[in-house]
Structure formats: C-alpha cells, structure tokens
C-alpha cells in the first residue's frame, strides 16, 4: 500500500522474548529489501522499574540481545520503555535512577553495534515532557534517543509537549488519537508534521493504529490520512 520502511517489532516474532533465529531475521530482511521497503527500526518490552536488580539486570541483557537481532535485520534503532513504575516501596526519584542506569548500559551496548536506543515515552513511570527530557540529560549519549509517542503525553497540551521532544526525536510513534490533560481526541496530523518540519526532522515517521477492527484496513484508511495531511 505504498509505505516507505516497516518496523518488524520484537514482541511479535514467534518465541518472542527469545531472539528469533538468524534464518528467520535475514529471510524477513531480505523479503524487505526485495519490496524496497526499509526497515525503520524493532521494538521490545522491558521494564527497569522492578525492584529487584536481578530482574532489571534480566531485562538489560534481553534489550542486549535484540540489539543483535536489529543490528542482523539492519533496524537502525531498537525502541525500548521505562518501565511501569509500579511497585509500591520505591520512591519515583529511586526508580527513575534504575532506569538511567539500564539505559545507559543498553546505549552502551548499542553503540558497540550500530544501534540507538530509542526510549519510546508510553505513559508509564515518565510521562511529561520534562521528565522524558531529564531522562535523555542523564543517560547523555550519543545511541540514546526518543521515540516521541505523540498518543501517551496526556498531562497537559501534547501539541506542545510534541514541540518539547521533537529537536531530539530519532523517530516516532504517530497516532490516530492523544490525550489532552487525559481526555483522548482526534490527533491533528498537519499540526503533528508541521512540528516535525519546524525541527527539521528528516527520518521516518512511523504510525501505529489500535483498538478494534481489521488493522489491515485500519492502517490502509490512517495512511491515507497521513498522506493527506502532509
């Protein structure tokens, strides 16, 4: 239906957390290729909230294992959350410092192959603008970047905490809906790409749809919206 790349996303391959084998990672990459379709970037699911090391140690080191995975399908970024931020006995200022800490460690093993960590903002412990950019000046690396999840900014005006992340997105997640000071409406894509064109953003702009309905006809209908609007 005319998309640019696609994002073979982690948590869907079969095994899943287990990394796929490279038979299956290089015949996806290479029917990609044989489409002309690029491959924008994976995903996985994680959380560096727990409170037990071990377990956020586990999660570090399955973020390390499809940073491999992306490196093989030629993915130039791994999208990667907090965490959700949960538990009851940590403080939120405890538990935002393991997620420095993991992300720091994930973006160091990023940078060994070729891979940013994209940090994708999911309503989850941090959830504001200025949280998300306090996170990117402490983990302060060069492989670390934001995924900017334009539909989980829900404190406040997103369009303008959109225009807040936006110099420092490495992609995106567009939406066909977000959430003013928690109360979801139709997602304005003019104003979303004139954001990215005011910063000067010239990667992919991934879009995900959600909810009921066949997604085959839902992408189909959303694409021609993004169209539309740019």
């Given at each position: 239906i005319g998309f640019d790349a696609v994002d073979p996303t982690g948590y869907y391959f079969k095994g899943y957390p287990e990394v796929p084998t490279d038979a299956l990672i290089y015949k996806i990459k290479h029917l990609a290729f044989s489409l002309g379709l690029g491959i924008s970037g994976t995903g996985v699911r994680n959380d560096f909230t727990q409170p037990e090391a071990a377990k956020r140690e586990a999660?570090?080191?399955?973020?390390?294992?499809?940073v491999e995975v992306a490196a093989k399908l030629g993915a130039?970024?791994?999208?990667?959350?907090?965490?959700?931020g949960e538990a009851s006995g940590p403080s939120r200022e405890q538990m935002t410092a393991w997620v420095v800490e993991a992300f720091r460690a994930c973006a160091a093993h990023g940078e060994r192959h070729g891979v940013v960590i994209a940090y994708q903002?999911?309503?989850?412990?941090?959830?504001?603008?200025?949280?998300?950019?306090?996170?990117?000046?402490r983990v302060a690396s060069d492989w670390f970047g934001l995924n900017v999840d334009v539909g989980s900014l829900r404190t406040?005006?997103?369009?303008?905490?959109?225009?807040?992340?936006?110099?420092?997105?490495?992609?995106?997640?567009?939406?066909?809906?977000?959430?003013?000071?928690?109360?979801e409406?139709?997602?304005?894509l003019k104003r979303?790409?004139?954001?990215?064109?005011?910063?000067?953003?010239?990667?992919y702009a991934p879009i995900e749809t959600l909810g009921e309905g066949d997604p085959r006809e839902?992408?189909?209908?959303?694409?021609d919206e993004v169209r539309e609007a740019l």
């Open positions: 999660d570090v080191a399955h973020v390390g294992r499809w130039p970024c791994l999208r990667v959350f907090d965490g959700r903002n999911h309503d989850e412990l941090l959830k504001t603008a200025d949280e998300v950019l306090a996170l990117r000046e406040g005006d997103p369009y303008e905490e959109i225009a807040r992340l936006a110099p420092f997105a490495c992609t995106w997640q567009i939406k066909e809906r977000l959430y003013r000071r928690g109360h409406e139709k997602t304005d979303v790409f004139g954001i990215l064109r005011d910063t000067g953003y010239r990667g839902k992408v189909r209908r959303f694409l």
